[in-house]
């Protein structure tokens, strides 16, 4: 895979686990003469279409054997599963840009922003910020506080996503902080305790990014 539009990313996870960017207007060589991706599809549907599209090659190529869609079930709590395998996925879209993840028998979350101002900014951060990261982003100068939280919002959705809660579970709940590097996480979710791992992402875009794993679920 040389074609620059679809990387492998670095990261301080497990070795094994694999991330990938891709540049979703881009013609990849995976989508064929897909319908789904052709002319006349709305730009947001082709986006979805090629993301899901590179999902399915980088799991035949993982697997060394054709996936198609219908391989893909719904597992607890409604995450996606690949029936039949201890892979585990995660997908995450935002504008032109996807991020997915893959793992063997360990639980996986990624999430990606597309890079922009946070006019809400304030408000964002009462609502979705622990205390101990209010505290931080306060002390930011006013020009960093919009590309802080960005990043720090996709460390919590990579959680959350681990977890296969997705906002169920409220994110001012997790204390993640902005990176760079990766942080230990334990949380309580329901009548577990959950452990994680998350760290942030050196995206190909400069967008912010993040990708989490579960260690242990008690």
């Known amino acids: 895979m040389a074609d620059r539009s679809i990387q492998k990313i670095s990261h301080d996870l497990p070795a094994e686990l694999e991330i990938w960017w891709l540049d979703l207007d881009a013609n990849h060589p995976f989508l064929g003469r897909s319908a789904?991706?052709?002319?006349?599809?709305?730009?947001?549907?082709?986006?979805?279409?090629?993301?899901?599209?590179?999902?399915?090659?980088?799991?035949?190529?993982?697997?060394?054997?054709?996936?198609?869609?219908?391989?893909?079930?719904?597992?607890?709590?409604?995450?996606?599963?690949?029936?039949?395998?201890?892979?585990?996925?995660?997908?995450?879209?935002?504008?032109?840009?996807?991020?997915?993840?893959?793992?063997?028998?360990?639980?996986?979350?990624?999430?990606?922003?597309?890079?922009?101002?946070?006019?809400?900014?304030?408000?964002?951060?009462?609502?979705?910020?622990?205390?101990?990261?209010?505290?931080?982003?306060?002390?930011?100068?006013?020009?960093?506080?919009?590309?802080?939280?960005?990043g720090c919002w996709t460390r919590k959705e990579a959680c959350l996503k681990a977890l296969g809660v997705g906002l169920d579970m409220a994110p001012a709940r997790i204390s993640v902080g902005a990176g760079p590097g990766a942080n230990r996480i334990s949380l309580q979710g329901g009548a577990a305790n959950h452990t994680l791992v998350v760290t942030s992402l050196e995206l190909p875009s400069g967008s912010p990014g993040a990708a989490a794993i579960m260690l242990e679920q008690q």
């Not at 090659?57 to 039949?84: N, T």
């Not at 840009?97 to 946070?118: A, H, K, M, N």
């Not at 006019?119 to 020009?143: C, D, G, I, K």
Request: overall charge neutral.
């Open 36 to 150: 789904a991706t052709g002319a006349g599809v709305p730009v947001p549907v082709r986006r979805r279409n090629v993301a899901n599209a590179a999902l399915l090659d980088l799991l035949s190529r993982r697997l060394g054997r054709p996936v198609d869609e219908s391989a893909i079930v719904s597992g607890p709590g409604g995450k996606p599963r690949l029936r039949g395998t201890p892979l585990a996925f995660n997908l995450s879209h935002a504008a032109g840009e996807g991020l997915i993840g893959l793992g063997v028998e360990i639980e996986i979350g990624v999430d990606l922003e597309v890079s922009r101002p946070v006019p809400e900014s304030e408000a964002f951060a009462r609502e979705y910020l622990a205390e101990s990261e209010r505290e931080t982003w306060q002390r930011l100068p006013p020009v960093e506080r919009g590309r802080w939280l960005l």
